[in-house]
């Protein structure tokens, strides 16, 4: 059987008899003679870690259901005193270690593979191979900048030539180009590219390249659009797909579909048009950067 102890009813010091006042917190004794409490009877509260000497339901200090009492009893007022740090106490009992879960890990390497495929994208832009083989973002996500001089002249002198000569579909291919190259600076500049990629493909509905680069437009906005973007991304991948059925072995299409429906959230279909792009061509830049992705993807049980 448990010894009886005297105890503060304020804050639970041990207390000696004949005690009217308790030596830890100065608390005064009822009547001058302390209360007792059972050790085996006392409850400390599980969330708090107060001791209480009370017969409520809930603990004295934070409020909180002590366990084997009964609902229905009312519950004390909170003692201020001991509010702040024992308030403290129940958040840092209550707070739970982060754990890595599959899904974090899955995000993480998502994060990992575009930026890694962005970096690609810069070294071609350095290398001076041609913009409209993969997926181009603006510098700053959200944001403009003005195009460089070379590009703004190149629009200027096109739309003069096409306007002179609306047959001319050679200069509204390297009009839309330049927009499109433009646009991944200001993507201001990126409905006007998707006009001209519109009007170009008129006459040449099976220019895969072409057909791609209007996706990657609607792509772009997409990704600066919120509002909107659910229906960007359907209509950037109806280009590329349309591009695709013209043209089955148009790596750069399959690489890109595999980009979108990533964004877009069905990693199933984003990974088939990437083993597609290494079945193609596994030895070329972008085969390389679709095994690596689809790696990742393995990896983390996509």
């Not at 593979?113 to 973002?137: K, P, S, W």
């Not at 927009?179 to 006459?203: T, V």
């Not at 950037?236 to 964004?263: C, R």
């Not at 830049?285 to 992705?293: M, N, T």
Request: glycine share 8%.
């Amino acid at each position: 059987m448990a010894t009886a102890k005297l105890v503060c009813s304020e804050c639970g010091n041990e207390l000696s008899r004949g005690d009217r006042f308790c030596p830890k917190c100065g608390a005064r004794i009822d009547d001058g003679t302390p209360q007792t409490k059972s050790t085996a009877a006392s409850l400390t509260c599980e969330i708090c870690g107060h001791v209480n000497t009370h017969t409520g339901a809930y603990c004295e200090a934070c409020g909180a259901k002590l366990p084997g009492r009964t609902f229905g009893e009312p519950a004390p007022v909170e003692k201020s005193p001991a509010s702040t740090s024992q308030k403290k106490k129940a958040i840092s009992r209550n707070a739970q270690p982060f754990r890595f879960q599959p899904r974090h890990y899955a995000a993480g390497v998502f994060v990992i593979a575009l930026l890694g495929y962005f970096i690609y994208l810069e070294l071609q832009r350095d290398t001076g191979e041609h913009l409209h083989t993969g997926m181009q973002v603006p510098a700053t996500q959200g944001s403009s900048s003005q195009p460089p001089k070379e590009i703004l002249d190149a629009i200027e002198r096109l739309e003069t030539q096409v306007r002179d000569n609306p047959t001319n579909d050679g200069a509204k291919l390297l009009l839309a180009n330049a927009l499109h190259d433009a646009g991944m600076h200001d993507p201001r500049m990126l409905p006007r590219a998707i006009d001209a990629y519109k009007e170009y493909l008129k006459k040449k509905p099976d220019d895969p390249n072409a057909r791609v680069d209007l996706g990657i437009c609607y792509f772009e906005l997409g990704k600066l659009d919120t509002t909107r973007k659910g229906s960007l991304f359907s209509m950037a991948i109806s280009e590329m797909e349309s591009a695709m059925k013209t043209s089955p072995t148009h790596q750069p299409g399959a690489f890109n579909l595999g980009i979108v429906y990533l964004y877009a959230g069905n990693v199933k279909e984003s990974n088939r048009w990437f083993k597609k792009a290494i079945d193609l061509n596994p030895e070329s830049d972008l085969g390389k950067r679709a095994k690596d992705i689809l790696d990742q993807h393995a990896q983390a049980g996509l």
